[in-house]
């Protein structure tokens, strides 16, 4: 189970209050134990005290990542006000000797809401952001890197090979903006929002680019299998794209490594996006439609899902009772979302008749 130590830096004063804020944690949760099933008998599992000068400690606390959250929290509301307040928080690769989780169950549930809240198995909503906010990022890589997975998909379905497109899935960078721009949503964080959103057009308008004049160069032949499967909206695709966000949302609250969850990620998004380019750079516009159509569901039924993920995690936006704004752009981003999704059944709908559409 992965470990984290919260490291932490207070005045040499505040050292008997932060002890009794983890023997008032520690006692709290004793009791509870009595009752409740999957309680960790000792979330804390180890605390050290060392002297930086005359008059500052610093405190380092071993704790499960998974129960870090809560006492993040507690430890903001009670030392936030300190001059210089900082919170480390460090992953643990191993620890000597062994941890490991211990929960005592008993048929007699009382507090449901604090059982739920000792059972989610996540990352603490700080580190989260942190994680998430790095990956949406545009940098130089992430630039080069949608380049060549765009060219590598266009080769791939040019010469109806799998494999390479499943090479181009894999150097995709998609996961980290739409995961961002999920977690933006859930969080209401605009700030957030505008970075993942400009990281994400950048980088989908780029691989268009590419593509559409890759298509304008290549014979392309709208029959390929791997092209003309594109060329539709099943409810499949939206079956996987939905399937794709929830997965891309769980490598990152889990801490698992997000490398394979991104080719799901990249199977809903970066074929459809060079599908559409290749058949536009080639004149086949009507072709193109329905393959960037598929692309647009997918894109919102990613975030839809990763906003819907994040929500049943437990991740809403930070609790400021002075503050009400993030409740307020977390409602207006999801009605956007939703708004976007009912137009594109619109169009789907109206594009039945035409063939580009199959809803069966």
Same mark, same amino acid.
Request: net charge negative; aromatic share 6%.
């Given at each position: 189970?992965?470990?984290?130590?919260?490291? +932490?830096?207070?005045?040499?004063?505040? #050292?008997?209050?932060?002890?009794?804020?983890?023997?008032?944690? #520690?006692?709290?949760?004793?009791?509870?134990?009595?009752?409740?099933?999957?309680?960790?008998?000792?979330?804390?599992?180890?605390?050290?005290?060392?002297?930086?000068?005359?008059?500052?400690?610093?405190?380092?606390?071993?704790?499960?990542?998974?129960?870090?959250?809560?006492?993040?929290?507690?430890?903001?509301? #009670?030392?936030?006000?300190?001059?210089?307040?900082?919170?480390?928080?460090?992953?643990?690769?191993?620890?000597?000797?062994?941890?490991?989780?211990?929960?005592?169950?008993?048929?007699?549930?009382?507090?449901?809401?604090?059982?739920?809240?000792?059972?989610?198995?996540?990352?603490?909503?700080?580190?989260?952001?942190?994680?998430?906010?790095?990956?949406?990022?545009?940098?130089?890589?992430?630039?080069?890197?949608? +380049?060549?997975?765009?060219?590598?998909?266009?080769?791939?379905?040019?010469?109806?090979?799998?494999?390479?497109?499943?090479?181009?899935?894999? =150097?995709?960078?998609?996961?980290?903006?739409?995961?961002?721009?999920?977690?933006?949503?859930?969080?209401?964080?605009?700030?957030?929002?505008?970075?993942?959103? #400009?990281?994400?057009?950048?980088?989908?308008?780029?691989?268009?680019?590419?593509?559409? =004049?890759?298509?304008?160069?290549?014979?392309?032949?709208?029959? +390929?299998?791997?092209?003309?499967?594109?060329?539709?909206?099943?409810?499949?695709?939206?079956?996987?794209?939905?399937?794709?966000?929830?997965?891309?949302?769980?490598?990152?609250?889990?801490?698992?490594?997000?490398?394979? +969850?991104?080719?799901?990620?990249?199977?809903?998004?970066?074929?459809?996006?060079?599908?559409?380019?290749?058949?536009?750079?080639?004149?086949?516009?009507?072709?193109?439609?329905?393959? &960037?159509?598929? &692309?647009?569901?997918?894109?919102?039924?990613?975030?839809?899902?990763?906003?819907?993920?994040?929500?049943?995690?437990?991740?809403?936006?930070?609790?400021?009772?002075?503050?009400?704004?993030?409740?307020?752009?977390?409602?207006?981003?999801?009605?956007?979302?939703?708004?976007?999704?009912?137009?594109?059944?619109?169009?789907?709908?109206?594009?039945?008749?035409?063939?580009?559409?199959?809803?069966?």
């Amino acid at each position: 189970m992965a470990l984290r130590s919260i490291e +932490i830096t207070l005045p040499e004063g505040r #050292k008997e209050q932060i002890e009794e804020l983890l023997s008032e944690r #520690k006692e709290a949760l004793d009791v509870r134990m009595q009752r409740i099933i999957g309680v960790w008998k000792h979330p804390v599992r180890g605390v050290m005290y060392s002297r930086l000068s005359e008059e500052q400690i610093l405190v380092k606390i071993l704790v499960f990542a998974e129960e870090s959250e809560s006492l993040l929290k507690s430890l903001q509301e #009670k030392f936030s006000d300190e001059e210089g307040f900082r919170i480390n928080i460090i992953p643990v690769e191993a620890s000597i000797p062994v941890e490991e989780m211990e929960a005592k169950s008993s048929p007699d549930i009382v507090d449901n809401s604090v059982a739920k809240e000792k059972k989610s198995f996540r990352l603490s909503r700080e580190e989260l952001y942190e994680d998430i906010s790095t990956a949406a990022m545009l940098t130089g890589v992430y630039v080069v890197l949608v +380049i060549l997975s765009s060219i590598v998909a266009a080769i791939g379905l040019w010469n109806n090979s799998v494999a390479i497109i499943i090479g181009a899935m894999v =150097i995709a960078p998609l996961l980290g903006p739409n995961v961002a721009l999920s977690l933006a949503a859930a969080l209401g964080d605009i700030k957030l929002a505008r970075n993942a959103l #400009k990281t994400n057009v950048i980088g989908l308008a780029i691989a268009a680019a590419f593509s559409i =004049i890759m298509g304008y160069f290549l014979a392309v032949d709208p029959t +390929i299998p791997e092209i003309e499967s594109r060329t539709v909206v099943g409810l499949d695709d939206v079956l996987l794209a939905l399937v794709s966000g929830c997965a891309g949302t769980l490598a990152f609250t889990s801490g698992a490594p997000a490398t394979l +969850i991104g080719v799901a990620v990249a199977v809903a998004l970066l074929p459809p996006l060079v599908t559409s380019g290749l058949l536009l750079g080639s004149g086949y516009t009507t072709l193109a439609y329905g393959a &960037f159509l598929l &692309f647009l569901v997918n894109i919102i039924s990613i975030n839809l899902a990763g906003v819907g993920t994040f929500l049943v995690q437990g991740i809403s936006p930070w609790n400021r009772p002075d503050d009400k704004m993030p409740k307020q752009h977390l409602q207006f981003i999801a009605l956007v979302i939703v708004g976007l999704l009912a137009i594109l059944s619109i169009a789907v709908l109206r594009l039945w008749e035409t063939g580009l559409v199959e809803l069966i």
